[in-house]
């Protein structure tokens, strides 16, 4: 059965392939990677961080990629979500939109790196409550 720990991993494996491959591709190839491939691994990361708690808290979650309706049900639940967190809601956008390239909205890299700084702020929060 998938708990929590395995979630948590998942979310660092979204979060380290965003992150490292930007740095290897700036270096190896001068920029092939679309931003909005990145973003939607961060997305993926933010979004399995939350799950990952509302797991290790053993409440029910439905199948969903929408941020801020995870960042509710933790709410609802008494699970006080940071105020520098709130924003991870507008990553919801990466999940599937930049997956079709006739619905992609050109990422920028300055909208990369907001991204993947909500990102890391919510996989450190999550990572830490669920080790207490």
Same mark, same amino acid.
């Given at each position: 059965m998938v708990n929590a720990i395995d979630w948590i991993k998942r979310a660092k494996s979204n979060l380290a392939i965003a992150?490292?491959?930007?740095? +290897?591709? @700036?270096? *190896?190839? %001068? %920029?092939? $990677?679309?931003f909005e491939e @990145?973003?939607?691994? $961060?997305?993926q990361? /933010?979004?399995?961080?939350?799950k990952a708690l509302l797991l290790f808290h053993n409440i029910e979650f439905p199948k969903t990629h929408d941020i801020d309706r995870l960042i509710k049900i933790l709410r609802i639940n008494n $699970?006080? /979500?940071?105020?520098?967190m709130l924003d991870a809601g507008m990553l919801t956008q990466y999940a599937v939109r930049?997956?079709?390239p006739d619905d992609i909205r050109k $990422?920028? +890299?300055e909208e990369y790196?907001? *991204? @993947?700084?909500i990102a890391e702020? /919510?996989?450190n929060w999550a990572k830490e409550q669920i080790e207490q």
């Open positions: 992150k490292n491959i930007y740095e +290897q591709e @700036l270096e *190896a190839f %001068g %920029g092939e $990677i679309f @990145l973003c939607f691994e $961060i997305q990361s /933010v979004e399995k961080a939350f $699970i006080e /979500v940071p105020e520098e930049t997956r079709y $990422i920028t +890299q790196i907001e *991204a @993947l700084n702020i /919510v996989y």
